[in-house]
């Protein structure tokens, strides 16, 4: 295992699984200028390294993340109000590119949350691919409780998690919701103890990380793009990906396991 920390990230590589953890434990991890540029910096260098072939996004001391850092908000609030819808708008610009490239990597991302996820820790939650939650966690979509409308890709991913009625209530209510009820609407997959999360996320970590990667890469791509595609456009890419995925040697390894009835042995190539 290796690790690389800054002040606000910590960067762990074990094996084929990179554990991204933010890391302002007492600020229940509350999204910094600097955990979104070392975050950046991470997923930029994982989506580049084939030999990484699964993600985990958590928080540290318990939480996964409960929203922005509302103190620092506040430093800015007696700026003219032009200047001051110049500058939040930039700053909502400046995670973007992490948030394309967390969806556009080709291998799996998961959330793991313990704890609060809120505001834009929810629209983390909401922007991996998986997520497994602890039956103690809670969940609360609160920009408008400070006057303020979703950022961090929060309202593409929740309405197509939970639909559109449901993602009104939870953006214009801004109700605090339990695990249960997060698990029941879709937005976990998995839900645990917390005594069991971290054993069980790497469980579900390494279960990824040893399937085909590049069929991974391709259920991700064909999933979130079928939202925008047409039935002709969605059948054609099908097809494309079948024939890309035949061409590698995992499914060559696949179809042999299947037929000789054992567990395949992926390699990511």
């Known amino acids: 295992m290796t690790e690389h920390a800054t002040d606000h990230l910590v960067v762990t590589r074990d094996a084929g699984v990179t554990t991204l953890t933010m890391n302002r434990p007492k600020t229940l991890n509350a999204l910094s200028m600097d955990m979104r540029h070392a975050m950046f910096d991470a997923i930029d260098q994982i989506e580049h390294d084939s030999s990484i072939r699964c993600v985990i996004l958590r928080g540290a001391g318990g939480n996964f993340m409960a929203g922005g850092d509302i103190k620092n908000f506040a430093e800015h609030t007696n700026m003219p109000p032009d200047q001051r819808a110049s500058y939040f708008e930039r700053r909502v610009h400046s995670i973007q590119p992490m948030l394309i490239s967390l969806q556009r990597m080709k291998k799996p991302v998961i959330a793991s949350v313990e704890g609060a996820a809120a505001g834009i820790g929810m629209s983390l939650m909401m922007a991996c691919d998986l997520a497994i939650g602890t039956t103690g966690s809670i969940y609360r979509f609160a920009y408008s409780g400070i006057g303020a409308s979703p950022d961090g890709s929060g309202t593409y991913n ?112």
């Open 158 to 269: 929740l309405p197509r998690i939970v639909g559109t009625r449901r993602a009104l209530e939870l953006s214009m209510l801004a109700d605090r919701i339990d695990a249960q009820t997060a698990y029941n609407y879709g937005l976990l997959n998995f839900l645990v103890t917390p005594q069991d999360i971290e054993s069980e996320t790497k469980k579900l970590a390494d279960r990824l990380a040893n399937s085909a990667t590049r069929s991974m890469a391709a259920i991700k791509d064909l999933i979130y793009s079928s939202h925008a595609n047409t039935l002709e456009t969605q059948l054609a890419k099908e097809a494309r990906y079948f024939g890309k995925c035949a061409a590698t040697d995992d499914w060559v390894e696949g179809v042999n396991a299947f037929i000789e009835k054992r567990k395949p042995d992926f390699r990511g190539k």
